[in-house]
């Protein structure tokens, strides 16, 4: 990690969840974790079949993040600990074992701690194990959903606090690979269709992908 880098993560704001940063107060569902885990061979998801990820339970992860998936949460942009709570709250009617995200990123650029880094998560289709997935509050791009109008522009403070992210789970994981939610769903043929992370979160993810172009697989 550069020293810029270094020095911009000491000012990005954390909140963890033990300390009313996230979700953790709001009681889970009966489903359980899983660990990060994909086998390999013809049975396997198409985005696995060469590439199996290992168990996370007894490795480091560096050895089992690959990828980091970037999302939004086509909703209306946030700024409090609110918006992790309506991203969990709308997990769980969807029996998902707590938020699937591993970070969540407000308005104001303040990152909320979401799964444990060990955790699976529940956010790209048939692609979440070794796969890290960042969400940032807001619905960036005009879509039927928000009328065509009602749609946000991420703020600079959130897509400086991307890039700080980014920067620092790539160089503690050794991740090349970073994604939005459209390509990677394409990517593993997924049934239906995404316009996550938005055409204007998009356009900002592709400028990631030239510091992190890896392989999708």
């Known amino acids: 990690m550069g020293h810029d880098t270094a020095r911009a993560a ?5 909140r963890p969840r033990h300390l009313g940063g996230g979700p953790a107060a709001d009681r889970p569902p009966l ?3 899983d660990f990060h885990e994909a086998a390999s ?10 590439s199996p990820v290992p168990l996370s339970e ?3 992860l560096a050895s089992v993040y690959r990828w980091i998936t970037i ?3 086509a909703d209306p942009v946030t700024y409090t600990h609110e ?8 997990h769980f009617a969807d029996d998902k074992a707590d938020i699937g995200y591993h970070y969540i990123i407000d308005g104001a650029g303040t990152i909320y ?6 955790i699976e998560g529940s956010h790209a289709e048939l692609f979440n194990a070794g796969n890290l997935g960042i969400v940032l509050t807001g619905d ?3 879509r039927w959903q928000n009328q065509w109008a009602r749609y946000d522009h991420p703020t600079p403070k959130q897509l400086t606090t991307l890039d700080v992210l980014v920067d620092v789970l790539a160089v503690r994981f050794g991740i090349s690979s970073v994604w939005g939610h459209q390509p990677r769903k394409k990517q593993s043929r997924a049934p239906a269709s995404t316009q996550c992370p938005g055409e204007y979160l998009m356009s900002h993810v592709d400028e990631l992908r030239l510091v992190y172009p890896g392989d999708p697989f």
């Not at 000491?10 to 954390?14: I, N, Q």
């Not at 061979?41 to 060469?50: E, K, S």
């Not at 701690?113 to 060990?118: A, K, S, T, W």
């Open 71 to 73: 999302h939004h949460s």
């Open 10 to 14: 000491d000012r990005v704001r954390r």
């Open 113 to 118: 701690e979401g799964r444990p880094l060990g």
């Open 140 to 142: 960036f791009g005009p």
């Open 31 to 33: 489903r359980t974790w």
């Open 41 to 50: 061979g013809p049975l396997a998801p198409p985005p696995y079949r060469g």
């Open 58 to 60: 007894n490795r480091p």
């Open 83 to 90: 918006g992790p709570r309506t991203i969990q709250r709308a």
